[in-house]
């Protein structure tokens, strides 16, 4: 989950139902004669996933088709899909942050996989699935996939001789240790910001707890919360979390401001570019050492555009497919730093790959966001990191601000 986009643009999405009987935006034909697919993503401003259009061009050469690759900045990219609905003008292919792919199937602008013979790969993390389906019909799979966890400065945790936190307690009385108000050091940081990145941040603490999003007033979300409100008052957390986004978190970690960092693999790139910062990470603690982390899904889905074309929507089923082989995912997460889908494929990935062992660990019990509200979930989304906003800053006491979110999420 790397990006954010606003609760209006969203919900347009789920409110545009047309029928989409025209052609594609792309080309029919290219080189030699192949037909051509156009695929739209908004990898274009993130060098971890370059590796996309070479691994394009290969599935491409594996089915008899050219691909077209379109990067679309990843603010934009729902927006341009609502109006390629309109003018009915979508792309062959179609990747979306798996958050998305319920609203935009909404709208009739994506095919059912299984319109053209293509099911749910049997060794697929069950999430995976979950968050690709809407309305009892799979629209999309996701290659690679991803969450969070915790990072931690190894020099940092050695020099106070401390071991990685596994509980909210030891969290807190860790992150008090490694704090250092005098080289402006923080213990802990993570983002608090009032958008969806917000959101994704905190829903380890309030899923794990026992939070539910249908109903964000409950005593398990406002313990979860009175949490975050803690690490913050006690000097543990900077009070600029609540404007920090995923970005900001790692700058501060990479700056050797911040001890420990909630964050996602798709960091790993540049933090091994980093001379001279010995990190690791482990999966985010968890309230009680009987509890087991759920922590958000994260990562993107390819979907079939309803172009009307019937042949290319074969064709781009069979180019959706060849993503999600398992030989490709374990490519794909090479260039990306992210988990194969591949439940068999991750469990070897993370003997040879280290450091993503926390996060194959992690996206074995994490839950697609959409998988109980669907459609509904940017309004929870919205509500919940308002409450978190709301108690942070002082506004409202945590479970008050649980209650005021609670009264927009309707």
């Known amino acids: 989950m790397k990006t954010s986009r606003t609760i209006a643009v969203l919900a347009a999405a789920s409110a545009i139902s047309l029928s989409l009987a025209a052609c594609s935006s792309g080309s029919s034909t290219g080189a030699g004669g192949?037909?051509?697919?156009?695929?739209?993503?908004?990898?274009?401003?993130?060098?971890?996933?370059?590796?996309?259009?070479?691994?394009?061009?290969?599935?491409?050469?594996?089915?008899?088709?050219?691909?077209?690759?379109?990067?679309?900045?990843?603010?934009?990219?729902?927006?341009k899909v609502l109006q390629q609905v309109s003018s009915k003008t979508m792309p062959d292919v179609l990747m979306l942050d798996n958050p998305d792919v319920q609203q935009i199937a909404a709208t009739g602008a994506l095919s059912p996989l299984s319109d053209f013979g293509v099911s749910a790969p049997s060794g697929d993390v069950?999430?995976?699935?979950?968050?690709?389906?809407?309305?009892?019909?799979?629209?999309?799979?996701?290659?690679?996939?991803?969450?969070?966890?915790?990072?931690?400065?190894?020099?940092?945790?050695?020099?106070?001789?401390?071991?990685?936190?596994?509980?909210?307690?030891?969290?807190?009385?860790?992150?008090?240790?490694?704090?250092?108000?005098?080289?402006?050091?923080?213990?802990?940081?993570?983002?608090?910001?009032?958008?969806?990145?917000?959101?994704?941040?905190?829903?380890?603490?309030?899923?794990?707890?026992?939070?539910?999003?249908?109903?964000?007033?409950?005593?398990?979300?406002?313990?979860?919360?009175?949490?975050?409100?803690?690490?913050?008052?006690?000097?543990?957390?900077?009070?600029?979390?609540?404007?920090?986004?995923?970005?900001?978190?790692?700058?501060?970690?990479?700056?050797?401001?911040a001890a420990m960092m909630i964050n996602g693999p798709w960091q790993l790139p540049v933090l091994n570019g980093t001379k001279g910062l010995n990190f690791d990470s482990v999966p985010i603690p968890v309230r009680d050492s009987s509890q087991q982390v759920v922590s958000p899904l994260g990562g993107e889905t390819f979907n079939v555009g309803n172009t009307g074309d019937k042949t290319k929507m074969g064709l781009a089923a069979k180019f959706v497919q060849c993503l999600n082989d398992p030989a490709t995912q374990l490519k794909i997460a090479a260039f990306s730093g992210n988990v194969p889908s591949d439940e068999a494929s991750a469990a070897t990935w993370a003997t040879t790959h280290p450091q993503v062992k926390s996060f194959v660990e992690t996206v074995k019990t994490a839950r697609a966001r959409t998988a109980e509200l669907g459609p509904k979930w940017p309004t929870a989304a919205t509500a919940i990191y308002t409450a978190v906003q709301l108690a942070l800053t002082g506004k409202a006491s945590p479970a008050d601000a649980l209650k005021q979110g609670q009264a927009q999420n309707k």
Request: net charge negative; aromatic share 12%; hydrophobic share 40%.
């Open 34 to 79: 192949k037909p051509t697919l156009t695929i739209e993503d908004y990898y274009n401003a993130d060098p971890g996933m370059s590796g996309f259009n070479t691994t394009y061009k290969e599935c491409g050469a594996k089915i008899g088709a050219n691909v077209s690759p379109v990067h679309v900045a990843g603010a934009a990219l729902i927006q």
């Open 126 to 257: 069950p999430s995976v699935v979950k968050a690709g389906t809407y309305q009892g019909q799979l629209y999309g799979l996701a290659p690679v996939i991803n969450s969070i966890a915790l990072y931690y400065n190894v020099d940092m945790l050695k020099a106070a001789n401390i071991t990685p936190p596994t509980t909210w307690a030891e969290l807190q009385a860790d992150a008090k240790k490694l704090t250092d108000p005098a080289k402006g050091v923080y213990g802990f940081a993570m983002s608090n910001i009032n958008t969806y990145e917000g959101t994704w941040q905190f829903l380890p603490f309030f899923w794990t707890n026992g939070g539910d999003e249908k109903n964000i007033d409950t005593p398990e979300a406002a313990q979860a919360l009175s949490f975050d409100v803690a690490l913050q008052n006690d000097g543990s957390m900077s009070k600029s979390s609540v404007n920090w986004s995923q970005q900001d978190v790692n700058n501060q970690f990479i700056a050797g401001k």
